[in-house]
């Protein structure tokens, strides 16, 4: 598995598999709890799983967790989604920088989001199962949402909106949320 640091998000990283194929179709290990620590990361500290399926055009996000934050693993297991980080820790060298990636279940590359990091996807493939690995219980009071196409961060997002939430459609601009957070 080769790990890479995200350079436009500080403490990011994308874990690479490698699949093994045959004519019965492939196998590949999705998480290495000593490769995931050998890049600085405790995999102890992931407690929740979820995943999520989404069809061609849905988006999701951005979102983040108020408070501490919360770390991720995000992977693609089957399908293909358009993927974005934003960095919103106010001491990162990275701070406000938006990273963008490409996740499928062809390559099943797993990509680590820190703490403090406004993430969300849209659906490239007419179905795309996201799986994700959470370092904190999930608490509804603690969830932000931005504008998904907020003209600061102007997100090249590859297809129209098909479908997405009412709290992502109602969502705050990138400036709103920062103002809430100061105060």
């Known amino acids: 598995m080769r790990t890479t640091q995200v350079p436009a998000v500080a403490g990011a990283y994308l874990f ?5 194929t045959d004519e019965r179709g492939f196998f590949c290990r999705t998480f ?4 995931v620590r050998s890049a600085g990361i405790d995999p102890d500290a992931f407690i929740q799983d979820s995943v999520s399926r989404s069809v061609q055009g849905v988006l999701r996000g951005l979102h983040l967790r108020s ?9 693609c297991s089957y399908g293909s989604i358009f993927d974005v980080v934003v ?12 990273a963008l990636f490409e996740l499928s279940g062809e390559t099943q590359a797993t990509l680590y989001i820190p703490a403090g990091c406004a993430h969300g996807f849209q659906a490239l493939t007419e179905t795309a199962d996201t799986s994700y690995r959470i370092d904190r219980p999930h608490d509804p009071a603690e969830d932000v949402t931005i504008a998904f196409d907020d003209p600061e961060l102007a997100i090249p997002w590859p297809l129209p909106v098909t479908s997405m939430s009412q709290r992502d459609r109602e969502a705050p601009s990138l400036a709103k949320v920062l103002q809430q957070r100061e105060s």
């Open 32 to 35: 290495d709890a000593d490769v």
């Open 16 to 20: 690479e598999p490698t699949p093994y």
């Open 87 to 98: 960095d919103l820790r106010p001491d990162s060298p990275t701070y406000r920088n938006v």
């Open 67 to 75: 408070g501490a934050g919360e770390a991720k693993l995000v992977r």
